[in-house]
């Protein structure tokens, strides 16, 4: 496979939807209208190393935040964080229009079940606000992460050029 693709996925939201089971110690939180600056500043954080570690960047926060939330797209209520007592542990930050932009998990939190617990906190979230499915992008290369979304009923839909 090559890093030049992304798949477009997708998960219907009909049916019943399971719950997130939060790893010991974390709780969910929300944005808010407005949002703490050092909780936003530390999802950030989380956000950075996950792009770099997927070969990727992300903007620095003060550019990332201006254009995040002035997007006609964000609603501050689709952007959860995970908090642990070390801090952000994990976020999904998604779309109005039922898409997962971005999760990220920080590496101390990896392999516990939090991207999991975070997608279903949105796929639930969606189907509150009565979306028919919830779409992501994920790099085709990205096999662990591909195997998650799998793992939770999405499929691919579309193969793009990246």
């Given at each position: 496979?090559?890093?030049?693709?992304?798949?477009?996925?997708?998960?219907?939201?009909?049916?019943?939807?399971?719950?997130?089971?939060?790893?010991?110690?974390v709780?969910?939180?929300q944005?808010?209208?407005?949002?703490?600056?050092?909780?936003?500043?530390?999802a950030?954080?989380?956000?950075?190393?996950?792009?770099?570690e997927?070969?990727?960047?992300?903007?620095?926060?003060?550019?990332?935040?201006?254009?995040?939330?002035?997007?006609?797209?964000?609603?501050?209520?689709?952007?959860?964080?995970?908090?642990?007592?070390?801090?952000?542990?994990?976020?999904?930050?998604?779309?109005?229009?039922?898409?997962?932009?971005?999760?990220?998990?920080a590496?101390?939190?990896?392999?516990?079940?939090?991207?999991?617990?975070?997608?279903?906190?949105?796929f639930?979230?969606?189907?509150?606000?009565?979306?028919?499915?919830?779409?992501?992008?994920?790099?085709?290369?990205?096999?662990?992460?591909?195997a998650?979304?799998?793992?939770?009923?999405?499929?691919?839909?579309?193969?793009?050029?990246?």
């Amino acid at each position: 496979m090559s890093s030049d693709h992304v798949l477009l996925m997708r998960r219907q939201l009909a049916g019943t939807l399971a719950a997130p089971a939060w790893p010991e110690g974390v709780t969910l939180q929300q944005l808010g209208l407005k949002p703490n600056r050092k909780l936003l500043q530390e999802a950030h954080a989380v956000l950075t190393s996950g792009y770099w570690e997927g070969g990727g960047g992300a903007p620095i926060f003060r550019q990332w935040w201006k254009a995040l939330s002035r997007d006609d797209e964000f609603d501050p209520a689709l952007f959860f964080i995970a908090v642990d007592k070390e801090g952000v542990a994990g976020l999904a930050q998604c779309w109005t229009s039922a898409f997962v932009k971005d999760l990220a998990v920080a590496p101390r939190m990896r392999s516990r079940g939090l991207g999991r617990a975070l997608m279903l906190a949105a796929f639930n979230a969606f189907a509150q606000r009565g979306a028919p499915h919830v779409d992501l992008k994920v790099r085709e290369d990205n096999t662990p992460a591909i195997a998650l979304y799998k793992s939770l009923g999405m499929r691919m839909i579309e193969r793009l050029r990246a």
